[in-house]
């Protein structure tokens, strides 16, 4: 049986507010300690008040413990319990769905540019090819792109529980340089038009 636990708790005390410890079971954070997302349980109330806290600018500390974070395939003594975040100054995306008993689920997704709130292949794609950048690509360089950009530490996984998050930091001049490489050294190659 896995000793690992499901559910860390989050809590959030200020001046005029305190909310107790309310269970979550996904939280990633930048390296910084910024939150960056959190799928959090429990009611209607607390859910506004958390809004106010993240997205309304309220006053507030936010801890996190009972759980360890920590980058994928990373070392297991590098893993660190999350204690005190700090919220993203670009605000958060907030989604809701209602539960039984008067629970609620309520996830918080920074609206921090180059956030991806899963680091897939495919996810990485759709990141390079948003009107941000204007270097033009190919679906299959993405191995390669994705390999030298985490080389430059230009993709990032986020410190995470529950969840595979990353931060892409690379500007265009970035990916034209990584491109351009790529070409040059023949790790990418631009395949022939195919005959009519």
Not at 36 to 63: E, H, P, T, Y
Not at 67 to 87: D, F, M
Not at 110 to 123: A, D, L, N
């Amino acid at each position: 049986m896995s000793s690992e636990r499901l559910f860390g708790d989050i809590e959030f005390v200020g001046k005029e507010i305190g909310i107790p410890a309310q269970p979550f079971d996904k939280l990633a954070i930048s390296g910084r300690g910024e939150l960056l997302l959190l799928s959090v349980f429990c009611d209607a109330m607390r859910v506004k008040q958390i809004r106010a806290i993240l997205c309304g600018g309220a006053k507030a500390v936010a801890n996190a413990s009972g759980i360890k974070v920590g980058q994928p395939n990373a070392n297991e003594w590098n893993r660190h319990t999350p204690g005190r975040l700090t919220p993203s100054s670009e605000g958060y995306q907030v989604s809701t769905h209602k539960l039984g008993y008067g629970l609620v689920h309520a996830m918080f997704i920074t609206r921090m540019q180059g956030f991806m709130p899963v680091v897939s292949e495919e996810s990485l794609w759709q990141e390079l090819t948003d009107v941000r950048y204007t270097t033009p690509l190919l679906r299959e360089w993405v191995p390669h792109i994705e390999k030298t950009l985490r080389q430059r530490e230009l993709l990032e996984d986020a410190h995470a529980f529950g969840c595979h998050c990353g931060i892409l930091s690379a500007s265009t001049k970035h990916l034209d340089e990584v491109v351009s490489q790529g070409l040059q050294q023949y790790e990418l190659i631009i395949p022939r038009p195919m005959a009519v």
